[in-house]
């Protein structure tokens, strides 16, 4: 019998990369579905879901699971991208990086806010 790479063995490299690739798309439109995004072309597509496939993979080489990093990163994907929508909502800007020094502020006046989840919510929930 010979020794090496069975056919399923030869194909896992690239399976794993697609389904790795479709989990950052997934990130992407999470994200450009709960914002409303304002049109798609590919420049914008390719610079807006890079940064998401580097975090995937990133996620990947922690937990070395397909199924662990797919489920966490739609997850996370979808808690970011409402975080963003109800920030830019209440503030009229995105949440930008240094706005992570301010947690403690905002957590404060969370409470002072209604939050009404909308149709985008809703549907890219049953997405995840």
Request: proline share 4%; hydrophobic share 50%; glycine share 8%.
């Given at each position: ?123 890219a929930f049953f997405l995840l």
């Amino acid at each position: 019998m010979k020794k090496g790479f069975t056919v399923k063995e030869k194909r896992w490299p690239a399976v794993r990369e697609t389904v790795l690739a479709a989990a950052a798309l997934e990130g992407y439109l999470l994200f450009e579905l709960i914002n409303v995004g304002s049109g798609f072309s590919l420049w914008r597509v390719a610079a807006n879901a890079l940064p998401v496939y580097i975090f995937v993979r990133i996620l990947y080489l922690v937990t070395n699971s397909l199924k662990v990093t797919v489920l966490c990163s739609g997850i996370l994907c979808f808690l970011a991208s409402t975080a963003n929508y109800y920030v830019y909502l209440f503030r009229g800007r995105p949440i930008l990086p240094w706005d992570l020094d301010s947690m403690g502020t905002a957590a404060s006046v969370m409470g002072g806010y209604t939050y009404e989840p909308t149709w985008q919510m809703v549907c890219a929930f049953f997405l995840l």
